[in-house]
């Protein structure tokens, strides 16, 4: 089963987006850990740690508590250590969770019905891919942050729960990475040591 998400399934392969220019630029991975020594904020907190920095995200546990939950628990079991951001979209969102790294798979148990906004998806939204025919507020295991303007345009089709606090800056970085055709895995691998879930 192929996840992602619905407005670029539709144009998967053929993106209108023009290609990256010629400009080339050299990322710095960061130690596992490094960056994620920071204090965090009070509440219901998962710590993304990646080898290109620490990513902070406040779930939301009082609007979507399904959604929360269930990226919570999968956290807490291991099940995000060691997998990928495969999926990066210029100026739309950086997709991870995936233990296929393709985009293809699952974490082996049924989805669950989360919440949807009504607001739509700001900068640093957290929130769950799904296919393009699954319910809205499916979610199973990957999930994605958005990092551009594209992104914020997303139809409320999709469970939103939570939000960046500190490391956009480490989102971009990873955004900078889109692949030349603008979709698909970063010209870096981007690994995700593992998820710390506090305050819940």
Known sequence: MMVGLVLVVAGCGSSSKPAASGTTTTTTTTPAGTACKAAVPQGPVATIDTNFGCIVVALDTAHAPKAAGR?????????????????????FVIQAGDPKGDGSGGSGKPPVAGEVPTDGYPLGSLAAAKTGTDPAGTFDCQFFIVTGRQGTQLPNEYARFGHVVTGMDVAKKIESLAPPEGDGPPTQKVTIAKITITGA
């Open 71 to 91: 990226f919570a628990s999968l956290a807490k079991s291991g099940f995000y250590n060691g997998l990928t951001f495969h999926r990066v979209v210029p100026d």
